[in-house]
């Protein structure tokens, strides 16, 4: 089995476009409108994808505890959320030794806690 999509609310889909596909290099791989609501598909290289349903106030993002997204370079990506998204850093970019990969933990333009992961090999 694989995970086709989360579905995820986001109240500005401009902001969520401009950080997950400028900031994080995903791509819009579809969108459509149904009752009233927009909802706009990212992908990366696998088959899954991130559903973002535009709706006007977005709940505690209860339910998710966080996205995890593959960074080429975590430190470059965290200084840049910071300076063009002012994004609040969680957890500064640190190397996880037993697993040889570099962690951040930030979050995205609407709360969600997203972990950037970078491949040390």
Do not use: C, W
């Not at 819009?28 to 106030?57: I, M």
């Not at 993002?61 to 593959?70: D, L, M, S, T, Y």
């Amino acid at each position: 089995m694989d995970v086709l999509h989360t579905a995820i609310e986001v109240s500005d889909l401009d902001s969520t476009r401009a950080f997950y596909e400028d900031l994080l290099g995903l791509e819009r791989s579809r969108e459509y409108e149904k009752d009233g609501v927009k909802n706009y598909y990212v992908t990366g290289a696998g088959p899954g994808e991130l559903q973002f349903r535009v709706v006007e106030s977005v709940p505690d993002p209860a339910g998710i505890e966080h996205i995890a997204i593959v960074a080429d370079d975590v430190d470059a990506t965290v200084e840049e959320a910071v300076s063009a998204f002012g994004v609040t850093v969680e957890q500064e970019p640190r190397t996880l030794e037993r697993v040889n990969r570099r962690l951040a933990i930030l979050t995205d333009p609407d709360g969600y806690e997203i972990h950037l992961i970078e491949d040390l090999d």
